[in-house]
């Protein structure tokens, strides 16, 4: 287990090509639009040295969420296929992964050497929107043991809802999201969304706010 508690970690949600690129196999619409503030992000995490999760699909045709008679609400068509392009990041989340965390049950010494790495940068792939349906997820989370959680990614009223009604779920109460470097599939959600979030504690923040707090605090020390 970590000796002390993450001050603050963030989380990328599916920043990937399929979701990303107007050409993607399940394009979020104007996410391109948002990649200018998750480059920001990710160099802010480097700058200032903040532990870093990332979600990624991996799926493969077999996984029950895809179908070629899709309802868009819990099955979509093929999309982020193991090893296509599709299922890459873009460049302005890409990193060298210090842990890449597959399906399988990881032991309790690999979840403590990934979040015990100095400056982690891990990556946990995933077969369903919900990240906690990785085995590891949880137990990953529970090590890095943050006070404060910023997500971002998309898309905001899947995945991002799965990530962040999970983390609520399991007593992480200190949630900011950024407001704009994450965008919707279905947009008539998001006012419900977000209000019910904030109801819950959840932070709406822009990236200028989310820089500038935490580029003062570190000049503070």
């Given amino acids: 287990m970590t ?8 989380w990328d949600v599916d920043t990937q090509v399929d979701f990303m690129r107007p050409d993607g196999r399940l394009y979020v ?5 948002i990649e200018p503030n998750l480059a920001r992000l990710s160099r802010l995490a480097d700058d200032l040295r903040i532990p870093l999760v990332a979600s990624a699909d ?8 895809l179908s070629t008679d899709p309802d868009f609400q819990q099955t ?10 599709g299922a890459q990041r873009v460049a302005a ?3 060298e992964w ?15 050497e ?3 790495i100095p400056l982690p940068r891990v990556l946990i792939h995933k077969k369903r929107f919900d990240v906690f349906t990785n085995p590891n997820t949880e137990s990953l989370l529970e090590r890095l043991d943050p006070g404060r959680i910023v997500v971002y990614g998309v898309a905001m009223d899947v995945c991002n809802r799965y990530a962040i009604d999970g983390m609520l779920g399991r007593g992480y109460d200190r949630i900011s999201l950024v407001s704009d470097a994450t965008k919707p599939i279905h947009a008539d959600q998001v006012p419900a969304l977000v209000q019910r979030w904030k109801e819950a504690g959840v ?3 822009t990236t200028d706010e989310i820089e500038a707090e935490l580029r003062q605090a570190s000049k503070q020390g």
């Avoid at 000796?3 to 963030?10: P, S, V």
């Avoid at 842990?99 to 979840?111: C, G, P, Q, Y």
């Fill in 58 to 65: 991996d799926h493969t045709l077999d996984d029950a969420e």
């Fill in 114 to 116: 990934a979040a015990g």
């Fill in 76 to 85: 979509y068509p093929p999309h982020c296929l193991h090893g296509t392009p």
């Fill in 93 to 95: 989340t890409d990193r």
């Fill in 203 to 205: 932070e709406m923040k």
């Fill in 3 to 10: 000796e002390q508690r993450t001050a603050i970690l963030f």
């Fill in 29 to 33: 619409p104007e996410a391109e639009t």
């Fill in 98 to 112: 210090t842990t890449v965390i597959e399906h399988r049950i990881l032991s309790n010494d690999e979840l403590d």
